[in-house]
C-alpha cells in the first residue's frame, strides 16, 4: 500500500485527491497540510510517507522552498508537483531541483496516480511532452557554442574572425555600429570571450579558421 500525503491550500482540490486516491486498491491517504509549513513540520517529526504531492502555490512556506528543504531533510522521499503552473516553464527545472514528477492541474486524474506509483516504486515519471523537452535540451547542449549564434550573429561573428573592425561591419551589412557592438555583446556571451581576440582563439580552436 501507497502512503501519499497531500499538500495543497485549497479545501476543494485537497478533498478531491483524498477522494481519488482513496478509490484505488494500492494507495491511501496518511495525511494532509494546507501550507508549506505545515509539511516541513510534520517531515521534521518524521511523519511516514511513501510519496508527497505538493502544490507549489502554498502560504507561509512556498512549495519551491519545502521541496528545497525536503531534498536536505528526506532526501530519499519522492516527490510529485501537482501544480496550476505550466509544465513547459516548470517541470524540467523543479525535477533538476529534485523533484519525482510535475504535473499540471490540466492533467487527467489518471496521470497523477501513474505518476504516484511510478515515484513510489523508485522511478521518474515524465509525461510524453517534458521527455520531448529534455531531448530537445540535450541536444541544445551538445551543438558548440558557435552553432548557437543567430544568423545576424554569425554574420558578425565570421566579420570579426576575418578581422572586421566594428565600424565595417556596420558599413557592410548596413547596421548602425551601435546594433553591431550588441550583436558583439551577444556572441562574447555565448562564446565565452572576453574579448575580440578571445574570439578569434575560439575561431582557432574550432577549426574555423587556420
Not at 54 to 74: H, N, T, W, Y
Not at 141 to 146: L, S, V
Not at 147 to 167: D, T, W
Request: glycine share 6%; aromatic share 4%.
Amino acid at each position: 500500500m501507497i502512503r501519499v500525503f497531500l499538500a495543497d491550500d485549497h479545501a476543494v482540490v485537497l478533498a478531491g485527491l483524498c477522494q481519488l486516491i482513496s478509490a484505488t486498491d494500492d494507495m491511501r491517504v496518511v495525511g494532509t497540510a494546507a501550507d508549506g509549513r505545515q509539511v516541513l513540520l510534520l517531515a521534521e517529526a518524521g511523519g511516514e510517507w511513501d510519496v508527497l504531492v505538493l502544490d507549489l502555490s502554498l502560504p507561509r512556506v512556498s512549495g519551491m522552498e519545502v521541496l528545497r528543504r525536503l531534498r536536505s531533510l528526506r532526501p530519499s522521499l519522492p516527490i510529485v508537483i501537482l501544480s496550476m503552473y505550466p509544465e513547459d516553464q516548470y517541470a524540467i527545472r523543479l525535477m533538476r531541483e529534485g523533484a519525482s514528477a510535475y504535473l499540471s492541474k490540466e492533467r487527467p486524474p489518471e496521470d497523477l496516480l501513474a505518476a504516484v506509483r511510478r515515484v513510489a516504486a523508485g522511478g521518474t515519471y515524465l509525461t510524453a511532452s517534458q521527455a520531448a523537452q529534455i531531448v530537445s535540451q540535450r541536444a541544445e547542449a551538445e551543438r558548440p557554442p558557435h552553432a548557437r549564434l543567430s544568423a545576424r550573429e554569425h554574420q558578425v561573428f565570421v566579420l570579426i574572425i576575418n578581422g572586421r573592425v566594428v565600424s565595417e561591419i556596420a558599413a557592410e551589412l548596413n547596421l548602425s555600429p551601435s546594433t553591431v557592438s550588441t550583436h558583439l555583446a551577444r556572441i562574447r556571451e555565448k562564446l565565452g570571450a572576453r574579448s575580440v581576440a578571445d574570439i578569434v582563439s575560439y575561431a582557432h580552436r574550432a577549426g574555423l579558421i587556420g
